[in-house]
């Protein structure tokens, strides 16, 4: 009898595993390439930087050989995974500035970037969004553009908070350190510091921005970025980290809608990207969320 028990035992044994033979397969190069290069094509047709794409792509090819997955699913795991990579480049953004403020304050934000990258306006929309609960103050830090800080001065008015300036060409470390020394003395929570629009190429301005950075020691320090600078924001990022920042603020993202830069960025810097600028007005701030981006850039209408 036990020998009947273990032929039936047997039996079982096989057609499980022929049954999982035929639901069930490992995956080999073969059968993702295909599925592999779509999302590439994807990734790039968002505008990821071709570096990126040839990272996490490979990534993938590595994770996902081997590995045993139900034959009807096979894209849902490619995609998923993909999914997944992106959330993991992606950092959590968290919520640096509450947390600042929740660990003692004044809380000194200094914002940094390329010409034009939103700097002013971000620091608008961020006064905004933290005004009615919490005591602002803003800091002129361009002191060399022309009517930058006329620029930020409206800003100061329409918000109705105070703005700390010097004159045109003064020393904007003065300005910001000025500022903080403000804050102390009125009980003022937050302090959101200007600076100018610079490039790497701009020696003084980044040496300026270097003795602003040792002279007020900023809680944080914010890049501003603009997704129209395409797969030139890996460039940029770059050029910045010499000086050193914690957290990106990915603006026009209104303008650009293809979401490739916030990856390419993330992956380049692994810095969280905190907000996303979405207009002109001071209500255009979003948090950034990981998971959305991953959703749009893996999803398969493209
Ligand atoms: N559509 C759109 N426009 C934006 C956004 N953020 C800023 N802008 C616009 O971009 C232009 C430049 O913005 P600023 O805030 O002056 O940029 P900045 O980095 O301070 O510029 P500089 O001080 O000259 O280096 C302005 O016309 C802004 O209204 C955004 O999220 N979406
Ligand atoms: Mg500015």
């Given at each position: 009898m036990p020998m009947f028990g273990d032929l039936k035992d047997s039996i079982k044994d096989f057609s499980e595993k022929a049954k999982s033979a035929v639901v069930e397969k490992e995956l080999s190069e073969d059968d993702i390439d295909d599925l592999l290069w779509d999302l590439e094509m994807q990734l790039l047709q968002n505008n990821v930087a071709q570096m990126v794409v040839d990272e996490l792509i490979e990534e993938l090819?590595?994770?996902?050989?081997?590995?045993?997955?139900?034959?009807?699913?096979?894209?849902?795991?490619?995609?998923?995974?993909?999914?997944?990579?992106?959330?993991?480049?992606?950092?959590?953004?968290?919520?640096?500035?509450?947390?600042?403020?929740?660990?003692?304050?004044?809380?000194?934000?200094?914002?940094?970037?390329?010409?034009?990258?939103?700097?002013?306006?971000?620091?608008?929309?961020?006064?905004?969004?933290?005004?009615?609960?919490y005591e602002i103050v803003l800091a002129a830090g361009d002191t060399f553009r022309s009517a930058a800080i006329d620029q930020l001065e409206e800003h100061g008015d329409n918000l109705g908070l105070k703005v700390i300036s010097h004159d045109y060409g003064s020393d904007a470390a003065a300005v910001i350190y000025d500022a903080k020394e403000h804050?102390?003395?009125?009980?003022?929570?937050?302090?959101?510091?200007?600076?100018?629009?610079?490039?790497?190429?701009?020696?003084?301005l980044m040496d300026e921005l270097d003795k602003i950075c040792r002279v007020n020691e900023p809680d944080l320090k914010f890049l501003v970025v603009d997704a129209l600078a395409g797969n030139d924001v890996v460039n940029q990022a770059e050029q910045y980290e010499e000086i050193g920042f914690d957290a990106i603020v990915l603006t026009k993202?209104?303008?650009?809608?293809?979401?490739?830069?916030?990856?390419?960025?993330?992956?380049?810097?692994?810095?969280p990207i905190v907000y996303l600028g979405t207009g002109q007005d001071y209500d255009d701030l979003e948090r950034f969320n990981p998971e959305q981006l991953a959703d749009d850039l893996v999803d398969s209408s493209g």
């Open positions: 090819r590595d994770d996902l050989v081997g590995k045993t997955v139900k034959r009807t699913e096979v894209e849902t795991v490619v995609r998923d995974s993909l999914h997944d990579a992106i959330v993991d480049v992606l950092k959590d953004p968290g919520e640096p500035i509450e947390e600042e403020l929740a660990s003692g304050t004044p809380t000194e934000a200094l914002f940094m970037g390329f010409n034009g990258s939103g700097k002013t306006t971000t620091i608008a929309k961020i006064a905004a969004a933290f005004k009615d609960e804050a102390e003395k009125e009980g003022k929570d937050l302090i959101l510091a200007d600076t100018a629009g610079r490039s790497h190429e701009d020696t003084n993202v209104d303008v650009d809608k293809k979401g490739g830069a916030a990856l390419s960025l993330g992956h380049v810097t692994g810095r």
